[in-house]
């Protein structure tokens, strides 16, 4: 009795320290690929899971993703220039980076829409309130469920295109989207939040050498 006792308690010091707010630190975040398609779903399977790791301090975060088969994706998110860089290095594409600007027009943000649908989640030892989110990019309409904490004071590069619609730091997010008539989920879940000093030199937006720019597509 008394050792379910000390395991309770236990249990309930690390989930209050858990739900402390958090405005810098460290993020580790695991991502999966899914589709009805047979011959892409033996795809992502050869692919696997992808591991990305999140850094943040305030209004400005910087992901990095990476995969043997898929290469290496970074963005780096400041809400405040309301800028954001994305640098991949990929197979087959080599070296390439994209500028844009976060700021969305009242016209973009008809095409976005955010509603709470009542759920709620546990990630990462967080409190999470369930939000569905529907978007637009390049013409193609993209669905979002997305379990939000209030905890982690810090900005993200999907929440950060919804034009402030969105409050809060997605801890466990499914975006759905139809490439080529097939489709297809990416699911991420943060699995580990760690506070701790962050330096500002993370979220330097020079482009590194080596790096050409691709176009973005036209809407």
């Known amino acids: 009795m008394k050792k379910f006792i000390l395991v309770a308690l236990l249990s309930?010091?690390?989930?209050?320290?858990?739900?402390?707010?958090i405005k810098e630190g460290v993020m580790t975040t695991k991502v999966t690929m899914s589709s009805d398609n047979?011959?892409?779903?033996?795809?992502?399977?050869?692919?696997?899971?992808?591991?990305?790791?999140t850094h943040f301090k305030g209004n400005k975060a910087r992901t990095e993703q990476t995969n043997q088969m898929t290469g290496t994706q970074t963005s780096i998110v400041?809400?405040?220039?309301?800028?954001m860089l994305m640098l991949m290095d990929v197979p087959m594409m080599g070296k390439k980076y994209m500028k844009q600007d976060t700021k969305?027009?009242?016209?973009?943000?008809?095409?976005?829409s955010v509603t709470a649908n009542g759920e709620s989640k546990t990630v990462a030892g967080y409190d999470c309130k369930g939000y569905d989110?529907?978007?637009?990019?390049?013409?193609?309409?993209?669905?979002?469920?997305?379990?939000?904490?209030?905890?982690?004071?810090?900005?993200e590069q999907y929440t950060a295109m919804l034009g402030g619609k969105l409050k809060g730091f997605p801890l466990h997010m499914v975006i759905s989207m139809n490439q080529g008539g097939m489709a297809m989920d990416i699911t991420m879940e943060v699995t580990e939040v760690k506070a701790e000093s962050v330096p500002d030199s993370k979220f330097d937006m020079t482009v590194p050498e080596g790096y050409t720019e691709m176009a973005m597509p036209k809407q």
Request: no cysteine.
């Open 133 to 155: 989110v529907v978007s637009k990019v390049n013409g193609q309409e993209i669905k979002m469920k997305m379990f939000v904490t209030d905890k982690i004071l810090a900005q």
């Open 12 to 21: 309930l010091s690390v989930s209050v320290f858990a739900q402390k707010e």
């Open 78 to 83: 400041d809400q405040e220039a309301e800028k």
């Open 38 to 53: 047979e011959q892409v779903n033996a795809s992502f399977a050869m692919i696997g899971d992808i591991g990305a790791t």
């Open 104 to 112: 969305k027009s009242e016209e973009e943000l008809k095409d976005v």
